[in-house]
């Protein structure tokens, strides 16, 4: 139980409060069943003084010694004693101070070294005509060992009451809470694998938490409207623009092959056509990113063999990287090189990745993709000894454009390579991270599972 979690405070309050309450329950009760006691005791006091009086009653006092059983009954001691309070039959407790004077009216409560008793004395006249006294005695001490089973039980039962309504309300507190821990984990899902159509199961009882639940959905649908909105104004505008930009590359190349111009007029074509060659290729990397995304859920997965695959990027990119004298190398550790994967997506996850090696590496520098096992996962390596990368942009690479030196790129790099990279990994439950030293060199690791 974490000490700032509301199931604690809460548990906390709540066995505070039972506890308080119990213990002013205890309280009133020690002091309930005193005076009650009390009162029992002087109604017992006064009834059994009244039986001796009438089993004597006209009677002469000799009879007395043969009975002593009339001098005990119900924790009531019984004795009798004459107009001058002298003692003449009876039994009384044996710390009992005898000389205690004698005197009419209600119940009294007398102490004598620790110990002590109510008395009850009432004067009588026989038939006879003799006065007498009659003294009932009952020691407190047996009023205590009456009560104090029921204040044992009470002393055992509130803390075990206290203690179990503790344990049973955390229990209760946990199993309502449930849906609050989901809706955590949802969240945390969503953010993670950026998946806005997961939804949070919706409790049956309609409550605050049912309550949550609905408007927390309702807030994912309308996020999700959104950002497919926004995915299909990029794929559309993509679309939109693939035609222009094609008529525009066929007309340059018309007016560079079939017209003789001023070589002004040339040069000037020329950079027109570069231009929307670049847009062309912009176009193909946002419809690409598109269909990816539109894929992304039903990947079609097969076994994809990442030497071979490692082989043919390399000599795909070889003339590119020759431009540079750049070697690469590959370097298989694997047991086995099969990973179970979406094909396409792998081919372009070590295009982006091959191809950056190749456009921010050294002169004569290198390129070492290798695959290492890592546990029951795939690692790839992609090292180059290239300009490197500040650690702080390194964090912001993967972002959508991003470009650390947009000035100093070539023209067929928009910011994208990367963050398709990241996002084949992460559909491909996988991670990709760098590390980099700028003036050393980059090293990009993806991990896959098989
Ligand atoms: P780009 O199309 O600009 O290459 P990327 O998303 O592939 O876009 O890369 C983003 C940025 O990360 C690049 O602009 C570059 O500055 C940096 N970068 C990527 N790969 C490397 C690398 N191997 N060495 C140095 N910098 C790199």
Redesign the pocket.
Known sequence: MKIHSIKFKITCWYTGIITLLFGVIFVFALWYLGRYSEEAINEELQDEVGDLLESIYGDSLDFLSENRALFFDDGVMLSIYDEDSSFIEGIFPEDFPNNTPLAAGGMRKVRRQGESWFLYDRKTELANGRMIWIRGIYSYSSLVADNLWMIRLMAVLFPMIAVLTGVIGYRMLVKALHPVLIITETANEITSSMTLSRRIPVPMNRDEIYELCRTFNQMLESLEKNFLRERQFSSDAAHELRTPVSVILSHCEYCLEELSLPEEAENEIQIIQRKARQMSELVSRLLEISRSERKKNKLEKEEVDLELLAESVAEELQEKAEQKEITIEIEDRLKEPVIHADLSMMTRLFI??T???I???RKRGYLRIRLEEEGDKVRIL?E?N????PLE?QER???RF?????G??RG??????????RQIVEWHNGTAS?E?SPGR??T?AVVLPR
């Open positions: 982006n990745l191809d950056n090696a456009v921010y590496g992609f180059d290239g300009i490197g990368i942009e690479i993967w972002d991003y470009q650390v030196d947009a100093h790129t067929e790099n928009f910011g994208l390579g990367l963050f398709m990279v760098v980099s060199g980059s990009f």
